[in-house]
């Protein structure tokens, strides 16, 4: 069974914070993923990597940063956070393009 | 563009009862279409997959038929239990290389005992 944890599980912050939300994998897959999930919008895809050092971006990207420092680790950036992105986080990872996605549980964030 | 329509939002049953949740899609060509499950405080996870018209697909009960004609990928259970109580995301591929997953907004699923 595919294994992604996601640090911090909750998180707390003001308008205009730094934040870093961390995801690591331990199963060697190539593709990792950040989604936010919404009431009304379900899961919408902010950025995913196809290994180390790569970075692409997904359907809503604005004010977000990622980096996939290692195959194993992937990390969503919030250098200005605002209220709008108050959300539930999933990281997840994908052996492949056509594999099945393996979910984290989740990071609440709360922005003030 | 490509998108995914999950016309209920809450369904309510009791044990037993047979259960439908509508999957609709608009995509061109042949996207490989998803069943995910979410139970609370976990994160999604994979019930079963799609990818040619007519196809069905299963896992736990659950089935749901690939309809290129309806673009539709119903999810059906003859007969649920409490513990299938979760929130259920329909979800297509789409993107080509990537394995992006574009989901639904899901469905509640309460049943009671």
């Known amino acids: 069974e595919a294994a992604v944890t996601q640090s911090p599980r909750n998180k707390v912050t003001v308008t205009g914070g730094n934040v870093t939300l961390s995801c690591r994998q331990t199963n060697s897959h190539n593709y990792m993923y950040w989604y936010r999930q919404d009431t009304g919008h379900g899961l919408r895809l902010i950025h995913y990597s196809y290994g180390a050092g790569n970075l692409q971006i997904g359907d809503v990207p604005d004010g977000y940063k990622a980096t996939r420092t290692t195959q194993e680790d992937f990390f969503l950036l919030l250098e200005l956070a605002s209220p709008s992105q108050t959300s539930l986080y999933f990281c997840a990872s994908s052996a492949d393009s056509q594999n099945t996605l393996y979910f984290g549980a989740g990071t609440r964030l709360s922005v003030l | 563009g490509d998108s995914v329509t999950q016309t209920e939002g809450q369904v309510a049953l009791s044990e037993e009862d047979f259960l439908t949740i509508h999957c609709n899609y608009s995509a061109s060509g042949y996207p490989a279409l998803f069943w995910y499950v979410q139970y609370p405080g976990e994160g999604p996870q994979f019930l079963f997959r799609?990818?040619?018209?007519?196809e069905k697909g299963s896992s736990r009960g659950f089935e749901a038929t690939y309809n290129k004609e309806t673009t539709s990928f119903h999810l059906q259970k003859a007969s649920v239990q409490e513990s299938d109580s979760a929130v259920y995301y329909c979800?297509?591929?789409?993107?080509?290389?990537?394995?992006?997953?574009?989901f639904g907004t899901g469905t509640l699923l309460s049943v009671k005992p």
């Open positions: 799609a990818s040619r018209d007519k």
């Open positions: 979800a297509l591929n789409y993107g080509g290389s990537g394995n992006k997953l574009i």
